[in-house]
């Protein structure tokens, strides 16, 4: 059965700080596909990124990374110099390919203080 | 913007009432889904639907029904709702549909009381 851990429920830092969200996964599938969302205060969910499980190296986008690790079953999202918007809760999400749905962790809520 | 509405966005409802809730997408998806959000849980999938008249359940579907008479509209109903109903329901669909992403609409908050 597919699984999300996201073990940090809040994380608090202060503006300019880096900061890492943890999501490790568990999965029988050989291949399958892993996300990140954002959802701000105002309550939408916002696509952050797509990995495929053949493809494990590292994206930057701008202020965000992510690092996937298959070893250690791990996709960790990293934000460097962290600003006041960054404060959301962050979904970690995965999805078999031989399945139509996608399991979620329990997100970790980021709070960035100025 | 993936041209996903959700009607309505709010709804306070009584215990024992059927509910409805619609989706609505403008850009003829065949994958579309209603998950719902509590605390503690992250989103859990409710159905899905993978074209006109063919849906399936997913991890929390006790309590729920779907309905997908035309591509565009995707419907959730509560046939009696009850207190642990109360949640904020997302509808999604899939964009890219080798990778299964998933893009959201704004989300319904429905209380029962």
């Known amino acids: 059965a597919q699984k999300v851990t996201q073990a940090q429920t809040e994380i608090s830092v202060v503006e300019k700080e880096d900061v890492t969200l943890d999501c490790v996964y568990e999965?029988?599938?050989?291949?399958?596909?892993l996300f990140w969302y954002k959802q701000p205060p105002s309550g939408e969910l916002v696509f952050l990124i797509r990995r495929n499980s053949f493809d494990e190296q590292n994206e930057i986008s701008g202020r965000y990374s992510w690092n996937f690790q298959k070893s250690t079953s791990s996709f960790n999202f990293t934000i460097t110099a962290s600003q006041v918007v960054d404060s959301a809760v962050y979904f970690c999400a995965l999805s078999e390919a031989r399945n139509n749905d996608m399991r979620f962790g329990a997100g970790t809520r980021l709070t960035v203080k100025p | 913007d993936a041209g996903i509405t959700q009607s309505p966005r709010h709804k306070v409802t009584e215990t024992g009432t059927p509910v409805t809730l619609r989706c609505h997408q403008t850009?003829?998806?065949?994958?579309m889904y209603w998950y719902r959000q509590d605390p503690g849980h992250g989103l859990r999938l409710i159905h899905y639907s993978y074209g006109v008249k063919d849906t399936d359940k997913g991890e929390v579907s006790d309590g729920y029904s779907v309905s997908r008479s035309k591509t565009e509209d995707f419907l959730l109903t509560l046939e009696s709702a009850t207190s642990s109903q109360t949640s904020v329901y997302f509808c999604a669909i899939r964009g890219a549909e080798r990778y299964n992403e998933q893009f959201f609409g704004p989300g319904t908050r429905l209380t029962v009381l």
């Open positions: 999965t029988r599938d050989t291949t399958y596909y």
């Open positions: 850009e003829n998806h065949r994958y």
